[in-house]
């Protein structure tokens, strides 16, 4: 009797452990992780994967992408040229470096014990923030788990990224009114003085980027709803014709006939900031940015 007593004790136990595992106070408070991102020129991108179904994206056999993706709720990251060598507009972000987060339901003990039995990863401690990390041995790909329900990665310096992103006090390089905005949709873009552009069908040039503060962008289903901040009221007035003319031309060369009403609602302005407003997706630009978010998750 009291050894069953005794047993039943333990199996409680171990259960209030193990679900309570994945419960920490996160260091940086109520805001998002993500906000940690998008330095100048740092093209951010943030999947919701409790309004996006990952499994569309990519596909696994190993049983430890599966424990990430089923449990996961959000991948953020951030992508930037460090060679300098995109245009305006890209498709391919392969040679971007990046850093960002995958969060989820995961617990830091099972994670960390299955990279330490992972052959491909070596281990390492950082001496001055006495964070552990690992590294893939072929991609080169970094690695940490700093708590419960939080990957950290990066290309180059997964320590880099704790310190910019995850520790007490960082900078919040996105407001939380744009937050709140790229966090309730499926994916959410962010960029701050940009250098390059996914391809939405708008005549952009480099000038024309050079102009801009910030563009953020959500995507939802087959629509996409976007708001660039120019420098100055004068060039958003330019901008706005621009992209205007642009969407007007791709409708007339496909053969479509132009709804002025519809025009006017789904291009606004005010003062500075030029929106555009649930503004179909063509089959191309959904299949652009198909290609972005299945290089991001097959590269992790």
Do not use: W
Not at 138 to 161: C, H, K, M, R, Y
């Amino acid at each position: 009797m009291k050894r069953t007593v005794r047993l039943t004790f333990l199996a409680l136990l171990l259960l209030v452990l193990l679900f309570s595992s994945c419960v920490t106070r996160s260091p940086i408070g109520d805001e998002q992780y993500f906000q940690g991102l998008g330095l100048d020129g740092e093209f951010v991108v943030t999947i919701n994967a409790e309004l996006l179904d990952v499994d569309d994206y990519i596909t696994s056999d190993d049983a430890g992408v599966n424990y990430i993706t089923d449990r996961m709720t959000r991948l953020s990251v951030a992508l930037y040229d460090s060679k300098g060598t995109a245009g305006p507009v890209t498709e391919d972000f392969s040679e971007f470096d990046y850093y960002g987060a995958i969060e989820g339901n995961f617990s830091k003990t099972l994670v960390s014990s299955a990279l330490s039995l992972n052959s491909l990863f070596s281990s390492e401690k950082d001496k001055d923030t006495k964070l552990k990390f690992f590294i893939d041995s072929q991609s080169g790909l970094e690695a940490a788990i700093p708590a419960n329900g939080i990957i950290l990665f990066s290309s180059t310096d997964v320590v880099a990224n704790y310190r910019q992103t995850y520790t007490e006090g960082r900078p919040a390089h996105i407001s939380a009114e744009d937050a709140a905005k790229l966090a309730a949709s499926q994916v959410g873009v962010y960029i701050s003085n940009p250098r390059t552009m996914i391809n939405l069908g708008f005549d952009i040039n480099e000038q024309s980027l050079s102009n801009i503060d910030t563009i953020l962008m959500v995507m939802d289903d087959d629509t996409i709803t976007a708001d660039f901040r120019l420098k100055s009221e004068d060039l958003a007035d330019s901008f706005s014709i621009l992209i205007k003319a642009s969407y007007v031309g791709n409708l007339r060369r496909e053969g479509i006939k132009v709804n002025v009403a519809e025009l006017k609602e789904m291009f606004t302005q005010q003062l500075n900031t030029v929106s555009v407003n649930g503004m179909p997706l063509s089959q191309e630009q959904k299949d652009s940015i198909i290609q972005v978010i299945t290089s991001l998750l097959e590269s992790l």
